[in-house]
């Protein structure tokens, strides 16, 4: 037998008499989201190998009978497998359990009730995953629908009525404020430790968002064990460093909305977070902003900081840390040292000493621009630029990087554009003239999260590299009592919806147009999708049913409501909210074709060594068919992450050519791919089952302009 072909418990082993073994980790199965809780997206399984990978055939697939073709549902959970089940989420958040070795469904958890329950009149967020607890007998699986966290019995779907209120806790309770009205949910899966499950949020990311506190709670009855205030609190460290000591009242944000990772052995969680609002203006919220942006270590029983770094200070572009940091083990100075990597969307990747914090390759605080077109902000004077490791994605871009590919009127036409904006930097501050988002607002690094090979040292990463432009306008009146109806809705528009829908709600980025909605959508259903909020867009709950009115009379042209004057409720006067800028719209860099402006490649996967620092290897990642020429790969915008095995293997989907790809994690050699039945916008997940290896993906699309699909295929080796 060949060592390739020996059985992975029999492999570790081996490794660890020969002392190549970094930790005691399982790697063999997939009980939690990305593998373990080092969140490494590594199995040591290794029956599919680089010499046999060409064999792998669809085992079976899983139709979850919910898609909605007409909103373009997704489906983007990394799911799991315990004990020969696999847990996984429907396009409707609806949570199932299948046979892992065949498919074959055993049951379905409708948190509404009714398999049947529309997509409207319920928070239809993305879902990336589900979170396994047992003691003993009990079995449960925790996940989020909505604004609820719910729990259900792991061997029979039944809801654990005993868990917080009827089965469910209100994500919207315990944050010391009334959030009723406020948008919040989780999309990534919440983490376990010994009998409390951790849990991040998602929220608004506009003036009057929710705080994003962390929480702990009783895995048995659903009560609050613990927060951790990241806008700190008086008494809290960090408090002091906001000049306005009244701001953690009214700033919101400073979320978890990526996941943790989690060091069992010494008790510590470790939390990305994102910035705080309002994303494009700091002038309400001056100073370093701590803890926004940073990455935080807290003591995962008591939630006490241990220590926290910033990767950007007082963040103006939307630099949220976009995934857990894995936890890996390099060699510096002849020692092993435990360490954790953080990726962030301005492509850089910050390796941090597991106990102190303290980077373990020079970071320089480097001086950025510090003047700004509007009135009130104040930028941090330096911004943290790390020596090593190297970028893994272009950052800066010139004249000559605009797309050769495109007919010469459109390359004179996207270099005359690109002459009145300001580019040349990653930190500029947002301004009334565009500037060059680069890496774009969706990258460098996107939720799915790098890989990490224990053995190698060697990280792998996929990036997007696509540019965007941010154009800030000053804001209209919030209230605007006396106009008509679509007069008062296109003020609301502008200040709550054009910075996803643009302008001419036509869309921007990966948001949908809101041109002819009234085709789609019965004026109800808008209604309702104002209040409750969907996937990337959040609910509007604060909105009176005139005000709701207003902006549907709005986009969808009602003329004869349109002319009917809006008398507009009172407000709280509240300076905090009161913004005086607002964004343009998530806007691409594209030519007048709709193709991307700069060269490619828009989408790389990269292979880089955390012992080191240095680049092994970097390959496009995926082809767009647009722009398709022989001998050409142009990489594609790409969401989901890989998973590397001790077989030699790099698997990763995540393409808008919808593609599951496998290389050779050595040298980034293509070695086979194949055509899924929707995107696989989703990390994947590995396991054996009764000696045989499989590997999961669901196949969800929706995004980019891609098809929505329902299902996860499971592949293996042939007979």
Not at 415 to 422: A, G, V, W
Not at 464 to 480: G, R, V
Not at 514 to 540: C, H, W
């Amino acid at each position: 037998m060949t060592a390739s072909r020996l059985p992975a418990l029999c492999v570790c082993a081996i490794a660890l008499m020969l002392g190549s073994c970094k930790d005691h980790t399982d790697y063999t199965g997939w009980r939690v989201s990305g593998g373990t809780k080092m969140v490494q997206h590594y199995s040591s399984l290794t029956q599919i190998d680089s010499t046999n990978v060409g064999q792998l055939q669809v085992a079976w697939e899983y139709h979850t009978h919910d898609v909605d073709t007409v909103s373009h549902s997704q489906l983007q959970c990394s799911p799991i497998m315990v004990d020969g089940v696999l847990y996984g989420t429907t396009p409707r958040l609806r949570l199932f359990a299948v046979d892992a070795a065949t498919g074959t469904q055993k049951w379905i958890f409708d948190p509404k009730g009714n398999a049947n329950t529309s997509f409207f009149g319920f928070i239809m967020n993305n879902n990336r995953g589900v979170t396994y607890w047992e003691d003993g007998d009990d079995k449960r699986i925790i996940y989020c629908a909505g604004t609820d966290i719910y729990e259900v019995n792991a061997t029979n779907g039944k809801l654990l009525t005993t868990f917080g209120n009827g089965g469910k806790v209100d994500l919207h309770n315990d944050l010391g404020l009334d959030a009723s009205k406020m948008f919040i949910t989780a999309t990534s899966p919440g983490i376990i430790y010994k009998d409390l499950y951790i849990v991040g949020c998602r929220v608004s990311e506009s003036a009057g968002a929710a705080p994003g506190h962390i929480r702990a709670y009783d895995v048995r009855t659903g009560k609050l064990r613990w927060i951790f205030h990241t806008i700190p609190q008086p008494g809290e460290f960090g408090y002091n460093t906001w000049p306005d000591t009244a701001a953690y009242k009214h700033v919101g944000s400073a979320n978890c909305w990526a996941g943790f990772s989690m060091d069992e052995k010494r008790g510590v969680l470790f939390v990305p977070t994102g910035s705080a609002v309002y994303d494009f203006y700091g002038g309400k919220r001056l100073g370093k902003d701590l803890f926004a942006n940073c990455v935080l270590a807290l003591d995962a029983a008591t939630g006490k900081l241990k220590w926290y770094y910033q990767v950007v200070h007082h963040d103006m572009w939307d630099k949220d840390l976009p995934t857990a940091p894995i936890l890996v083990t390099i060699k510096k100075d002849g020692k092993d040292v435990d360490a954790l990597a953080q990726a962030t969307k301005h492509g850089f990747i910050f390796v941090l000493d597991r106990e102190t914090g303290k980077p373990l390759f020079p970071v320089k605080e480097t001086p950025v621009q510090t003047t700004s077109e509007l009135a009130g902000e104040q930028p941090w004077p330096t911004q943290p630029i790390p020596e090593l490791p190297v970028p893994y994605a272009r950052q800066t871009l010139t004249e000559k990087d605009i797309n050769p590919y495109l007919p010469d009127s459109s390359k004179a036409e996207v270099l005359k554009r690109l002459k009145t904006y300001r580019y040349g930097s990653m930190f500029l501050p947002p301004g009334k003239t565009p500037s060059v988002i680069f890496p774009g607002f969706d990258g460098g690094a996107e939720w799915g999260g790098p890989a990490y090979d224990p053995e190698t040292g060697i990280m792998y990463i996929n990036a997007n590299e696509m540019a965007w432009i941010m154009t800030m306008i000053d804001t209209k009146p919030a209230n605007p009592n006396g106009e008509t109806f679509a007069q008062a809705g296109q003020m609301m528009y502008t200040l709550y919806c054009m910075g996803c829908h643009g302008a001419d709600r036509k869309g921007t980025g990966n948001f949908p147009s809101l041109v002819n909605i009234q085709a789609k959508y019965k004026e109800s259903q808008i209604d309702t999708l104002i209040q409750t909020g969907r996937r990337m867009m959040p609910s509007f709950k604060q909105f009176s049913a005139q005000e709701r009115q207003a902006i549907i009379s709005f986009i969808t042209g009602d003329q004869k409501l349109g002319a009917t004057k809006f008398v507009a409720p009172p407000k709280a006067a509240d300076p905090y909210l009161d913004m005086p800028y607002e964004m343009t719209g998530y806007n691409k860099f594209l030519s007048k074709e709709g193709l991307p402006a700069i060269a490619p490649p828009w989408g790389t996967l990269n292979a880089v060594n955390l012992n080191t620092g240095k680049m092994v290897w970097r390959i496009p990642l995926g082809d767009d068919p647009k722009m398709a020429a022989p001998g050409r790969i142009t990489g594609t915008e790409n969401y989901g992450g890989p998973v590397v095995t001790a077989g030699g293997l790099l698997f990763i989907a995540a393409t808008k050519d919808g593609m599951m790809r496998a290389f050779n994690k050595s040298t980034g050699k293509l070695l086979w791919q194949y055509k899924l039945p929707a995107a696989g916008f989703a990390t994947p997940a590995m396991y054996e089952v009764n000696g045989k290896q499989y590997l999961v993906i669901a196949c969800g699309g929706g995004k980019l302009g891609t098809k929505s699909g329902d299902s996860y295929v499971a592949f293996a080796l042939g007979k």
